[in-house]
């Protein structure tokens, strides 16, 4: 199971990005999706959350400016950003709990990472 993101980039503050992010391999069930993000110097936190049935939870910081989504089939994710700040500067990583087909447990899985640069 890999999991793969796209989309960060560089964008003045106020401006706009989506992440994706494409699980690929075989897999049974998924949990739920998530994003996180790392700024330099901090802990790693969880931006925000898609389960299987589609409920979606926020961290406060990016509640009402950021949407997660599933697009096209239940193995992708995006996240729409939107009026993004400096301090949404970081590296932001997809993750997801899943059942592999070739196992018969859940694990975590985690994506390498995109940088996203808010700053004028």
């Known amino acids: 199971v890999q999991l793969v993101e796209s989309g960060g980039g560089l964008v003045q503050p106020g401006g706009s990005l989506i992440l994706s992010c494409v699980v690929s391999g075989s897999i049974y069930f998924t949990y739920h999706m998530n994003w996180y993000r790392q700024a330099p110097g901090k802990q790693r936190e969880l931006v925000a959350r898609i389960t299987s049935n589609n409920s979606t939870i926020y961290s406060d910081s990016v509640k009402g400016r950021f949407t997660i989504s599933r697009v096209n089939d239940k193995n992708t994710v995006s996240l729409q950003m939107n009026s993004l700040k400096p301090e949404d500067t970081a590296v932001y990583y997809c993750?997801?709990?899943?059942?592999?087909?070739?196992?018969?447990?859940?694990?975590?899985?985690w994506g390498q990472g995109t940088q996203v640069t808010v700053s004028s």
């Open positions: 993750n997801a709990l899943l059942v592999p087909t070739s196992a018969a447990y859940a694990n975590d899985y």
